[in-house]
């Protein structure tokens, strides 16, 4: 007995050792097919992607429909590809069966599958989405306010609610602004009941779920970061919002009950007031702010000389008023579109858009195209506030701006007060956003006027315009071009608290991260570079979040510079 039990131990063994030698042959067939599909796919895709973000280029830089309509196309034709049933099915299979090994190839056949899993429906049903929401961003684009009888734009409502004393002036500069969202909000309501049905094709509740499973986060987590903020917030922003209130009533001549929507400078009180004497707007008055952005990026060994000439930074009738950064071909075009006067806010958005351009330009350029790029949206929106915030910073100010060494201890301390107003004003406007979007997908049918102005009320302290019942809510142009993105400009802010922690205690050696400066010090740009930049998407963004800093995501860094 006890031989024939040896010969099937022996037996066994061997057919071990036979699978065991065949399993990395095995590997190595499946690993060979996904690189030859990957090749395939790329050279179809990237001349396309390339065609496609140049025609929106354009179309934000002259607002003329033929762009928008290209670009659609383009969007619409890469769609199609990513309709493919049986290359879905092919991917799925190679991820699900083992065989591959190679991490690279495997994060990109993730990748591949979460854009092949969003457009697996209707091929009528992309059409329509694509053109419409093409349509609604040209009517935003060429958008210009009435006031007064008189055409105007954004920087100049943005004017009159930071100057005017006068409470009619500003409400009619208020209202005049949020009358593209009259316009659009049929239309905006109908590509979210579009974009719902496709989800649902998919399987999914809705689009907003769907998006984020996509994008490698669930509703439960966003949900539970934005509770947990609005929690440490609330005293914090209660305490700031009274402040407001008795400032800026008092220079209206107003009660502090009677404060409205048009009287929070601005548009959507997404951005805090001036309430103190320190305005930071005269430390860049007369200066030009993309010269002082490409002195600064110099500085920090990241350049940006070659983005500022591709880019599109003065404002003009026709194009995008707002802003926004692009990789064109993820091989070094990347560019910034802008409309800059010389003031704070524009400095501080030139070094946000240009933090994005940076990101895109330094991934390693080796990576294969699905990798080469930032390894999630939020964590390019932490890099762009992160350089965001020297635009209020006194050292910064002082190194690049040159002001009297008497002047910085009161800009010190309005700064730090600046960016801790700023923070808390963002991320209570964040939660009115994100939870908006969130019931908006849920439900398009409800009484969407009156679930904006609710949440506003709830989370920002706001009290309505008595008697409006306007689609204020799709003035919003992120919600239609930019749909179930807005929270990860939160998710940023958390992660840019993060860094700078990083930056501050082990690249620049100091005791605290507040107050640090950047300016200078190249170490700050090498960091970046290796430990954030040069990944690309091989990581997924929690592995990119403790490589780059040794811990996962978390709000106590932001809860420790703000919350106090």
Known sequence: MKYVLLFLCMAGSLALIACLSMEPEKSAGAEKKARAFLDSHVRLVEPRFKAMNLADWNANASGEKKYYDEKAAGELEIRRIYSSRDEFAQVKAWLNNGEIKDPLLLRQLTLLHNSYLTNQFDAELMRQ??????????????FRPVLDGRETDDNQIQQILKESTDNKTRQAAWEASKEIGRQVAPSVVEVV????????????????????IANEQTVGEVSAIFDELKVLTD???????????????GKYGIRPEEMRPWHYQDRFFQEPPQIDEVDLDQYYRGRKVDDLGKTFYAGIGLPVEDILLRSDIYGRKGKYQHAFATDIDRLGDVRTML???????????????????????????????LLRSEAHTFLTEAVAMLMERQASNADWIQALAGIREADKEKIRSAGREN??????????????????????????????????????KEYQSVTPPEGRNQPDWAAKIHLVQY????????LGELAACQLQQTIASEVLKLDKAQDVCFAGRKEVGEYLRSRVFAPGASLRWDELMKTATGQPLSARFFAAEYVH
């Open 129 to 142: 989405i694509v053109q419409k929401s093409a349509d609604i961003a040209a009517r935003f684009n060429n």
């Open 193 to 212: 009941r579009l974009r719902n049905q496709a989800a649902r094709q998919l399987g999914f509740s809705n689009f907003y779920e769907m998006s984020l």
């Open 235 to 249: 005293e914090p922003f209660r305490r700031l919002k009274a402040e407001v209130d008795r400032t800026l009533s």
């Open 339 to 369: 409309s800059i006067t010389d003031n704070y806010y524009w400095m501080g958005t030139m070094l946000h858009e240009l933090g994005h351009c940076v990101y895109s330009k330094n991934v390693r350029r080796d990576l294969p195209f």
């Open 419 to 456: 960016l801790r107003r700023k923070a808390l004003v963002f991320c209570r406007w964040e939660q009115v956003m994100m939870r908006f979007e969130k019931a908006l997908y849920e439900n398009p049918e409800q009484d969407l006027n009156r679930l904006w102005w609710n949440l506003v």
């Open 483 to 490: 749909p179930a993105y807005y929270h990860n400009y939160q």
